[in-house]
Nanobody, 117 residues
């Protein structure tokens, strides 16, 4: 069984930065995608960014391109999300995701990011 634990959320002013981390525990199979999704109040959960275990495939939501950067440390089963130039519309609960190509998903418990002055 895999568990994902996120950290790094919080309150930040518009234009500020935050770095989210997600560490996986348990046995993680070699071929997978790890990434981040977010859900704002009254909205569906949506993709923020994902990165393949090989590092060859990276996806970003259009709304975060050029501001957010995803990275992975496969040896430590960790994925990061560097968020710069944050905007109020980035306010949401951010969820870490581990996706196997067989279609199975694991989710973290979520971390709140609030962008407000």
């Amino acid at each position: 069984q895999v568990q994902l634990v996120e950290s790094g959320g919080g309150l930040v002013q518009p234009g500020g930065s935050l770095r989210l981390s997600c560490a996986a525990s348990g046995t993680v199979l070699g071929i997978n995608d790890m990434g981040w999704y977010r859900q704002a109040p009254g909205k569906e959960r949506g993709l923020v960014a994902t990165r393949s275990s090989s590092g060859t495939v990276t996806k970003y939501a259009n709304s975060v391109k050029g501001r957010f950067t995803i990275s992975r440390d496969n040896a430590n089963k960790t994925v990061y999300l560097q968020m710069d130039n944050l905007k109020p519309e980035d306010t949401a609960v951010y969820y870490c995701n581990l996706h196997y190509t067989t279609g199975y998903d694991f989710w973290g418990q979520g971390t709140q990011v609030t962008v407000s002055s």
